[in-house]
Each structure stands twice: as structure tokens, then as C-alpha cells.
């Protein structure tokens, strides 16, 4: 099952300002979108060594490249003038990582942030199991690196507490997970300290996971949470609206982003056959039949469970929007959906978009009935299929006749 929503995609100084908030210990930053305010946090912080880190959401900033010739989304200084200069030539610019589009993602804010040592590296992450119907924290002392490699090499170093939901992280599973971690002395009150925090954190903002990589400890003392990922759950966002307003779009796909505002799921491919179909599975079965059949699907497009005909208008838009697409496929089921109303909604659309582009159409299920006869009544070009091979061959066909 694919959700029709987007998941929430935070930056990284707001993932820090949120862990802040709930008493989290994080380095000390400030957020600038020009290089005066950068230059200004720079000599504010006081700090020993400053690291200005470039917000984008892909990964891989460290190894980046910008178009003013920069390289590197993330620099270490300790001369605190340079601050000004280096945020000059990242703001405005794009960034191209291994993770963003060939042409790069525009950086808007950079981070600046204190840069601190880091004596010992621990790895700690809460998350909802399904296996113990609730949350779990999940520790390792081997922290900074992929934890599915710990877990594959050596799985005796990972730990595991299962949290009672109603009773929240007993002390004595705080203490034990930061013993478990490496934490010593006063480290390990202060470890158990922050993993509550955490576990609130957890709690406050309806996550499904909080994970913290490195959990660290620094040479002064200090047991610090130098990187996280918060994932949400996005059926809370009605209580949520404040974190959920956070959401940054500007490095979405457009057309994702337009088609999320009608609960849509959409995806880009690279094909020429638009897919409009009902339901994840039937939607990745659709593109893989095209494929069968020598087509290449343009996209996968996911239109759920609770159709409305503004919804399926809206799709076509989506589709005869994209200069790529050839043909579309609709390929419906009808269990929950009425096929009636997506026959509605594919007539409506043809019309009042003018469609320009072969469409194949098969249905089946609730209202089957009424729909083809909506649709052969209508006067339009709509070839009909009688099932999801035939509805393939005739899409492909379509284009090899253009």
C-alpha cells in the first residue's frame, strides 16, 4: 500500500531547533539566508571551530559541488571571517550531490553552526515496531556509520528495549541502554538523561521514528546528538500543523507536489504511456505490462480509494501536462470505487481539456455497467479494453500507429 501523501521533509536546523525545544542537547547554531546575517552567527557563536553546513534535503552535501565553482556543501573554519565569504558563494547557488537532480537543488539557508570534537560515537534511534505493537529504542556503541552494517557483521552490539507505551522509558531501561551504548560516570546519567528527552521528543511531535547517528560524546564531557532524522506520521498531521507547516516543497517534483494537494500519489518516469489506475499494487503491475508489451510508462500515478470526480479531472491534468506523454492507460478495479464516477470524471476531462493524445480505457467492478455506457454514449474517441493485457497492447499500439 503507497499512502497518497507526500512524507513530511524537514531541514536539518529544524529537525535541531525541534530536538532543542524538547531539551535535547544539540551544538549551538543559527540559520542565515544571506552571507551579512552568516558573517554576523559566525562571530556571535564564540566558538573555537565553526562549521557552515549548506540546507538541502538530499544527502551527500560534504562531497557537493556548486555552481559558483565551490566545492563542498559542508566547511570547517575556525577563523570566523571566512564565514561570510563561503556563505557568498553557497546561497543562491545549486548544489549537486549524489542524491539531488543533475541540475542541482538552489540553496536558500545555510547552517552555522559550533563545530565540536568527538571522542566516541554511539548509535541510538526510537521507533514504532510492529512486531511489539509500540516503540522501541535500539542502541549500538558503534555509532557514525550504517547501522545495517553493525547489525550484518555484528549484531551482539546492537540493543533493544521495547517501551510500554502506557508507562513511557522506565529509568532503569535508560540507564541500561546508555550503559549498553558505552556511556561512563556522569556520561551515563547524562546519556539516560538525553535518551528520555528523546523518547519525549517522540512522543510530542507523533513520530514514527527519531533516529540520532552519531549520539556522541565530546572531550569537555558533553553527551551530544550531532545528526538526526525525524520521521512523522502523517495521519497526525491535524494535530501537528505547526511541524507539518515546516514542510519545505521547493525541492519536490511540482507535479508530486500538485498531485499530493488532491491526494494523488504520483511519480515521475521516463516513458511516453501515462498510467491512471487505483491502487499501488495495480498501478506497478500496470507499468510493468506496458513494459511487457515494448511501452515504457511516463508515470506512476496511485488515485486511492475515495474517488471524486474532481479528482480524476485533476489527474488528467496532471497527465496532459507532462510534453512526454504519448497515450494514457486507465486501468480501474472497482471494489471501493464507483466506476461511474471515474467514466464522469475521464469524460469531463476530455472535454474541457481537449485531450489530443490516444486514450485506452479498461474498467471493471462496483458500476461497471453505467461507465462503459457513459463512455461509449459520449461521442469521444475512448478505445476500450477488455482487461489489463489487452488495455497494454492497445496503449502501445496506439503510439507505434502515431
Not at 84 to 113: D, F, I
Not at 158 to 187: C, H, S, T, W, Y
Not at 282 to 287: E, N, R, V, Y
Request: glycine residues 8%; contains cysteine.
Amino acid at each position: 500500500f503507497v499512502s497518497s501523501r507526500r512524507w513530511l521533509n524537514l531541514q536539518e536546523y529544524q529537525s535541531k531547533k525541534l530536538m532543542q525545544e524538547s531539551g535535547v542537547t544539540v551544538q549551538r547554531f543559527y540559520v542565515a539566508d544571506n552571507a551579512p546575517d552568516a558573517l554576523q552567527a559566525a562571530k556571535r557563536l564564540g566558538a573555537k571551530e565553526i562549521v557552515l553546513k549548506a540546507q538541502i534535503l538530499a544527502g551527500g552535501r560534504g562531497k557537493g559541488v556548486f555552481d559558483s565553482g565551490l566545492k563542498g556543501g559542508v566547511h570547517l573554519t575556525k577563523d570566523p571571517s571566512v564565514v561570510g565569504e563561503l556563505a557568498n558563494r553557497m546561497l543562491g547557488y545549486s548544489l549537486t550531490t549524489k542524491q539531488t537532480p543533475k541540475e542541482g537543488v538552489k540553496v536558500k539557508t545555510v547552517m552555522v553552526a559550533e563545530a565540536l570534537d568527538i571522542t566516541r560515537e554511539t548509535y541510538f534511534a526510537i521507533l514504532m515496531d510492529r512486531a511489539c505493537n509500540g516503540p522501541v529504542m535500539v542502541g549500538s556503541p558503534q555509532g557514525g556509520m550504517d547501522i545495517e552494517e553493525v547489525a550484518d557483521k555484528t549484531p551482539e552490539l546492537i540493543f533493544k528495549e521495547v517501551i510500554d507505551i502506557f508507562e513511557g522509558v522506565r529509568d532503569d531501561q535508560a540507564v541500561r541502554m546508555a550503559a549498553n551504548l558505552g556511556f561512563k560516570g556522569p556520561l551515563e546519567r547524562q546519556a539516560a538523561d538525553q535518551i528520555k528527552r528523546l523518547y519525549d521528543l517522540f512522543l510530542k511531535v507523533d513520530a514514527t521514528q527519531v533516529e540520532v547517528n552519531p549520539l556522541g560524546e565530546t572531550p569537555e564531557g558533553q553527551v551530544v546528538c550531532f545528526d538526526a532524522k525525524i520521521n512523522f506520521d502523517d495521519n497526525a498531521e491535524f494535530r501537528q500543523k505547526a511541524v507539518f507547516a515546516l514542510d519545505d516543497m521547493s525541492e519536490s517534483d511540482p507535479t508530486e507536489t500538485e498531485a499530493a494537494k488532491w491526494d494523488l500519489k504520483y511519480i515521475g518516469l521516463d516513458g511516453n504511456i501515462a498510467c491512471f489506475v487505483n491502487g499501488a499494487g495495480l498501478a506497478m503491475a500496470t507499468c510493468d505490462i506496458i513494459d511487457l508489451h515494448g511501452g515504457k510508462p511516463a508515470n506512476f500515478l496511485d488515485l486511492g480509494g475515495g474517488v471524486k470526480e474532481k479528482q480524476v479531472y485533476e489527474a488528467f491534468k496532471l497527465l496532459t501536462a507532462d510534453p512526454k506523454v504519448e497515450a494514457i492507460l486507465v486501468n480501474i478495479f472497482g471494489g471501493i470505487v464507483n466506476c461511474a464516477i471515474i467514466a464522469n470524471g475521464i469524460t469531463k476531462a476530455c472535454r474541457e481539456l481537449e485531450l489530443k493524445v490516444p486514450l485506452v480505457v479498461r474498467l471493471e467492478g462496483t458500476n461497471v455497467q453505467e461507465a462503459k455506457r457513459i463512455l461509449s454514449e459520449s461521442g469521444l474517441p475512448i478505445v476500450a479494453a477488455n482487461d489489463l493485457e489487452d488495455a497494454a497492447k492497445k496503449a502501445v499500439a496506439a503510439i507505434a500507429k502515431k
